[in-house]
Nanobody, 124 residues
Framework: VQLQASGGGLVQAGESLRLSCVVSGYTASPYALGWFRQATGQEREFVGGIAWTGGFTKYADSVKGRITISRDAAKNTLYLQIDDLKPEDTAVYYC??????????????????WGQGTLVTVSS
């Protein structure tokens, strides 16, 4: 599975941003797609995920209420919409694919495929 993220950049606090991730190269469908982020000097953290079918989502408590994850099956594209951006949202954002079936996982070691990351910088 190949994942190509895009859409990062420099934004002002309070603005919104939508990241995209094109998913390709799979022979078996992932169970879920998701997003992680890593700020400088910090561990990578789960942001949220969506089932491959699009039937349900899971969001981290730290961003719940400000993010929406969606998927356009026809375009093979995953999206992450972040509203009311805060300086603490500054991080490299990674799109990921989980092949393991069962539930949307929050541990990075359970995600088999990772995109290259896109940097989001939020200025105050």
């Amino acid at each position: 599975v190949q994942l190509q993220a895009s859409g990062g950049g420099l934004v002002q606090a309070g603005e919104s941003l939508r990241l995209s991730c094109v998913v390709s190269g799979y022979t078996a469908s992932p169970y879920a797609l998701g997003w992680f982020r890593q700020a400088t000097g910090q561990e990578r953290e789960f942001v949220g995920g969506i089932a491959w079918t699009g039937g349900f989502t899971k969001y981290a408590d730290s961003v719940k209420g400000r993010i929406t994850i969606s998927r356009d099956a026809a375009k093979n594209t995953l999206y992450l919409q972040i509203d009311d951006l805060k300086p603490e949202d500054t991080a490299v954002y990674y799109c990921v694919a989980q092949m393991r079936w069962g539930r949307i996982e929050e541990k990075e070691r359970l995600y088999e495929h990772w995109g290259q990351g896109t940097l989001v910088t939020v200025s105050s």
